[in-house]
């Protein structure tokens, strides 16, 4: 396949590159749109934003998701906020300083004019979720209120209590309903997508599993996006619902569409500790409790004291020793790290000694418990919930888990894939965090990609490209289909001894160690080495009960299972050829000194593009230049 | 945290489809009580994977209380013994040892059962469709800061909007209703200016698609509010009377 990598970045300086896009795109004329259909895999902020807001400019609209309802994709466990550059608080805000704090935080890994369009877009998402009626917290005078996020020194995150994500999804979904009463969209709820219908080069269709009736079926439009969320479930335990997967992206992938940065993964410093074996997933607590939590852990290693009775001389309050001007609010990649160390090096707290305590004692006394408890109770009660201990009175323990996946399907900066037809958008694209995600900027560009950029970019293909709706009776429709059945069947057929769920672990585990926090060479190449062997027991020793035409979790659980397996043998191959330190990629082999990541823009100032190169054969990397024309690249210190 | 494990008698409801007879099943399962309510199930499931048969069909997605996919009625309570928490939020350290759980899906004639302890519950998305939201195209609307919304004011449908969409009001009610969902919704729009201009129809609506997912009228018991994992008052539900009866007798849409 000849690969063209050609981002379609519009030339002109950084802040016009998108008005005059806009300006200037080809439109379809409004009576012609309702001859153009759209297939929308994915329900979360950026699927239910673009179907919603499609369907109201009159295209017939098909959206899939595989939970019970539209309403419950996973955005809706966002708790902590959405950024914004409104600059409501005065404090030196702009669209330029949170485009430089999302390209900074990013360790200068993404792409600058896609970036610079996001910071833009932000301003309307808070105008629009408003007019949603979204209840966003206010001041006492009726003026919109702000929290500070990690990696920014200004306040602009927007939010709704701890349940931010979850209005922002209801704003969305209600809209989203709006257009199903019409109409307008087509909803299939329990609908999974297991395959990508590629038709003379373009994106045709998809085939999906009714996830109730077992029924499998092919869709087809005249362009497919996918809105599918992040893979951090690759890792077995993490933040995510039970239900994220990499198998709509990854599926993808197989049928042409490049994968890019897949090892960039973000691992995000609060939350709850691993208790046991027993667990199936972890639990965030929002980092906007680092606005007035501090971390510290005790300054002598095993030291098993009642944090109550270690003397504030004997703390040691690593984020705000090391980084003074960020303290607390250290980015994410960094705060993680530096729980690690404290922890490697003995000094880790609770079962286990992997932990860190988030303490609020010095809040409760500056604010009042209330004050306290009117901002963050119900994370404390979720805390409680989980661990039987009341963060009131005793500090939380908190560790990093994985949480957020900055890699994703290659795309241009119309948000479309290296299949003609494919657009992504959302967490399941790669193209605005870099190696690093900034807190309250995931919801940012799931909106923005939905409201605000899909209803131009793909209005300009369509207008170009016309209309390509191939008939689900095509013979590559036929073949999707029967390949998708005849995997079920092998699924079901197998009849092994371990559990879909035991091999989901063992390679979580396995990638956890590996491709987790800290990776190097020696590590990723043994890694790279089991993956065959785990990928063989599993065809051969899976055990899934039950029928294919029928409600059957534990062969959904194999499906994804087993698209994870291929999938954490490509996170490592991308690891391992980066051979520098970046962001949420830390290489041990390349740091400073004092333990900071270190870059190397000269060889490696590039968006890597995996090509799937068949069954058991090595994938191939394309890369894209990363071109900074206004920015700078500079060493990031948070110092 | 205790470290003993908990010998635990299940009385688990099996059906295998919508239209087949259930009954409840007897399982003994030793489970750690940091274990969640449904990391249980997870571990009973193992088993019977392990074993070849058929585990036991549940639905959850976030867990951690906020997706509103979980639900299971626990000793006759829907989502268990803790106040204001889901399913998934229950930790088995709410059980003694040697108790018997009684484990049975939401049931209501809205809900029917999909198989073993899933229901469907796509009535609450037409109830929404049905008017639950304010007519507002992407694009075009006024600064976020253009009309003040009272603390208060926010707050106050910010209480109501934390409804998740469980169902559990449902399956609490000895009639079935769905009054505390609606109401939710329609109160928190209401309270907001932004929901003003569709007040009165969004009421008479989302009502009337109400009754006609089979869900029963609303008789003041109370028991919808008890369960609800987010704690959503009752006080929404005669609110959305007042609303309802308005919106009749403005005659309206
Ligand atoms: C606990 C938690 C807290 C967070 N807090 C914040 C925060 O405060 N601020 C912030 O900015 N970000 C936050 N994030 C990140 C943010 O929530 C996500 O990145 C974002 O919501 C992703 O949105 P999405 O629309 O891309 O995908 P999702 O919301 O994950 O939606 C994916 C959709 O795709 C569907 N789907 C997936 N696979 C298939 C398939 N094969 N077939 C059919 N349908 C499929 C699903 O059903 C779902 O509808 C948080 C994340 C977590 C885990
Ligand atoms: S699984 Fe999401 S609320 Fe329980």
Request: charged letters at 25%; a neutral charge.
């Amino acid at each position: 396949m000849s690969i063209n990598l050609d981002a379609k970045v519009p030339a002109g300086p950084l802040r016009d590159k998108w008005t005059k896009t806009k300006a200037s795109m080809k439109l379809v004329n409004p009576a012609n749109k309702r001859k153009y259909s759209v297939i929308v895999v994915g329900s979360g902020l950026a699927g239910a934003s673009a179907a919603a807001t499609l369907a109201e400019l009159g295209y017939q609209v098909m959206c899939f998701c595989y939970q019970d309802s539209p309403r419950r994709a996973h955005s809706i466990a966002a708790q902590g906020g959405i950024n914004a550059a409104k600059n409501y608080q005065n404090d030196g805000d702009s669209v330029w300083r949170l485009f430089y704090d999302t390209i900074k935080g990013g360790d200068f890994r993404a792409r600058e004019s896609n970036v610079y369009r996001l910071a833009e877009c932000s301003q309307a998402i808070i105008d629009q979720c408003v007019a949603q009626g979204v209840p966003f917290a206010r001041e006492y005078g009726g003026q919109l209120a702000n929290r500070s996020f990690g990696g920014a020194q200004v306040s602009r995150t927007f939010y709704c209590r701890g349940m931010t994500g979850q209005q922002l999804l209801l704003g969305a979904y209600q809209a989203l309903s709006r257009q199903i009463h019409s109409g307008a969209v087509k909803m299939f709820p329990q609908t999974e997508m297991l395959d990508l219908v590629v038709v003379d080069g373009r994106a045709a269709g998809i085939v999906t599993r009714n996830l109730v009736t077992g029924y499998v079926e092919s869709f087809s439009a005249d362009a497919v996006l996918l809105c599918t969320g992040g893979y951090s479930n690759a890792f077995f335990l993490s933040t995510n619902a039970a239900g994220c997967n990499v198998t709509a992206t990854y599926r993808a992938f197989k049928r042409g569409a490049l994968f890019a940065n897949p090892c960039y993964t973000q691992i995000h410093p609060t939350c709850i500790p691993v208790a046991g074996d027993h667990q199936f997933k972890l639990t965030l607590m929002s980092e906007s409790l680092r606005n007035d939590g501090r971390v510290w852990v005790p300054k002598k290693p095993n030291d098993t004291r009642e944090p109550a009775s270690i003397p504030d001389s004997e703390r040691d309050y690593y984020l705000e020793r090391k980084y003074p001007s960020f303290g607390n609010l250290a980015p994410r990649d960094v705060s993680s790290r530096a729980a690690k160390e404290v922890c490697d090096e003995g000094r880790g707290v609770g079962p286990g000694g992997r932990g860190v305590f988030l303490d609020f004692a010095d809040a409760i006394k500056r604010l009042g418990a209330d004050k306290v408890r009117e901002k963050y109770g119900n994370l404390f009660d979720i805390y409680f919930q989980i661990t039987g201990e009341d963060a009131y009175t005793r500090p939380m323990r908190i560790y990093p888990a994985p949480h957020y996946t900055m890699g994703g399907l290659w795309v241009d900066y119309n948000l479309m894939s290296t299949v003609p037809g494919l657009f992504v958008l959302g967490e399941a694209n790669f193209s605005d965090h870099g190696a690093n995600r900034l807190g309250a900027s995931a919801l940012m560009q799931g909106l923005a990609d939905g409201y605000f950029v899909i209803p131009y970019t793909l209005g300009a293909y369509f207008a170009d490209a016309g209309g390509r709706k191939v008939p689900t009776d095509h013979a590559e429709f036929k073949k999707c289909m029967a390949e998708v059945t005849e995997g079920t069947n092998r699924l079901l057929g197998i009849k092994g001894k371990k559990t879909p769920i035991e091999f989901h672990r063992e390679v979580g585990k396995l990638l956890w160690e590996n491709c987790g926090m800290a990776r190097d060479k020696k590590g990723l190449e043994e890694t790279i080495q089991k993956f065959p062997a785990i990928r063989e027991e599993f065809w051969k020793n899976v055990s899934v009960p039950g029928s294919g035409a029928d409600f059957n979790k534990a062969l959904e659980q194999a499906g994804r299972v087993a698209d994870f397996i291929e999938f954490g043998e490509l996170m490592c191959r991308d690891a391992l050829a980066r051979d520098e330190s970046c962001g949420g990629h830390f290489r041990t082999e390349h740091q400073y000194p004092d333990g900071e990541a270190k870059r190397n823009d000269e060889q490696f100032m590039y968006a890597a593009a995996w090509e799937y190169g068949g069954p058991g054969k090595t994938p191939t990397m394309h890369k894209e230049p990363l071109v900074y024309e206004e920015v700078k690249p500079a060493v990031r210190s948070y110092k | 945290m205790a470290n003993k494990t908990l010998n635990l008698v299940l009385h688990i409801w099996r059906q295998k489809n919508r239209g087949a007879a259930g009954e409840l099943v007897e399982y003994r399962l030793d489970v750690s009580p940091d274990c969640s309510f449904l990391e249980m199930l997870d571990l009973l499931n193992e088993d019977l994977i392990r074993k070849g048969q058929e585990p036991v069909a549940f639905d959850y997605d976030c867990r951690e209380g906020i997706c509103g996919t979980c639900g299971v009625v626990v000793n006759g309570v829907p989502h268990g013994p803790v106040k204001g928490a889901t399913t998934c939020q229950v930790h088995m350290r709410n059980f003694r040892d040697g108790e018997h759980i009684y484990i049975e899906p939401f049931r209501a004639k809205g809900f029917p059962v999909i198989k073993d302890l899933v229901v469907d519950r796509s009535a609450f998305d037409r109830i929404i469709q049905s008017g639950g939201y304010v007519s507002c195209n992407t694009g075009g609307a006024p600064d976020g800061n253009a009309v003040p919304i009272s603390h208060v004011t926010a707050e106050a449908a910010m209480d109501a909007a934390a409804c998740i969409g469980c169902g559990a009001c449902v399956a609490a009610c000895k009639n079935a209703s769905a009054m505390l969902f609606v109401s939710a919704k329609v109160t928190q729009l209401a309270m907001l200016p932004q929901g003003q201009p569709e007040r009165a129809a969004r009421a008479k609506d989302m009502v009337e698609q109400h009754d006609r997912e089979l869900f029963g009228g609303c008789t003041n018991q109370y028991e919808c509010e008890a369960v609800c994992p987010k704690e959503i008052s009752v006080k929404h539900i005669a609110a959305l009377n007042r609303e309802y009866v308005k919106s009749t007798l403005a005659g309206t849409k």
